[in-house]
């Protein structure tokens, strides 16, 4: 597969490096931004120097070629723009979350990815970590029976030098968010939403409360945290999982703990995960989809976009 990178900074340089692994995968070209405004508008010259791939600042040209797909990894304000561009050449689209500004925008590219018959992949690369994959897994074989609560954080902080201008609900949230959707439920009802800002954005920090699947689920996105932290606990009436950090990070650990009644100590098993494998592992997802022109799940972004949409309006 061909394919092409356009916008390859912090994101759009981990797959660059992580896909060049892929055999059967080259990647053409890395489009770089014209005017350079930022220091990481200098990485994708130096990735695409580093990996022997071609540079260009002529989007419109290198869409235009023979390459089957485009990863798109600017920022969300361009998505619609350069979504639409990129799906009527008819080229397959692997576009980082969220998938636009708005459940509207995302709508349009969805459509317009099923008129020009491509796939159409909204980046959640945390549904392809490895630790992350094994809690679904123990889940699915219902290990810890039925399920009581879902609770996700997920923070960072960043609120000052984040770029993407569209607030950690919609930028780090959405990932906690596509989770539940992935472990538990699409279809919720919101029971709370208490958001702040504190420093930059209409949202810098939040707490979603919500019940999907007759599941409680609760979610902490924020910016203004000062530290990186990943936390996901899952509870049934068997037992719990949980994801305790992620890879990139050093060290991610997965613990199943199975009841003992009546009240005794959990029997625990663990598994621990010091690699990354996600942005790989979603690349051949991608990749694998379109191989076998299996182009089921174009809807997943605009679901989670949607269901954003439904959070902000509600006790702002």
Known sequence: MRVAIIGCGNI????????????????????????????????????????????????????????????????????????????????????????????????????????????????????????????????TKKNIGKVYFFKIEYVNGTAKSNKNRVGSMSDIGSHSLNLFEHFISKNFKIINNSSQKNEYFKDDNGFVTLRGNKVLGFIHHSFVRWENKFFLEISGEKGSIIVDSLPKWGKQIVTLSKRVLPSGRPKKKRWTFKKDNSWLNEWNYFKNKIEKKDFRGIEEGFITMRNIDLIKKINR
Do not use: C, W
């Open 12 to 139: 759009g340089s981990k797959r660059a490096v992580a896909i060049s692994k892929n055999k059967k995968t080259k990647i053409e070209y890395i489009v770089g931004r014209k005017k350079k405004i930022q220091k990481k508008d200098y990485l994708a010259k130096k990735i695409a120097k580093k990996l022997n791939i071609k540079y260009s600042t002529n989007r419109t040209k290198v869409i235009s070629t023979g390459i089957d797909s485009v990863i798109l990894s600017t920022q969300p304000n361009l998505f619609l723009k350069f979504g639409k561009e990129i799906l009527n050449k008819k080229k397959h689209l692997l576009i980082e979350k969220p998938l636009g500004l708005n459940s509207k925008e995302a709508l349009k590219l969805v459509n317009i990815a099923k008129k020009n018959k491509v796939f159409l992949k909204t980046g959640f690369n945390l549904r392809f970590d490895d630790g992350i994959m094994l809690a679904k897994k123990l889940l």
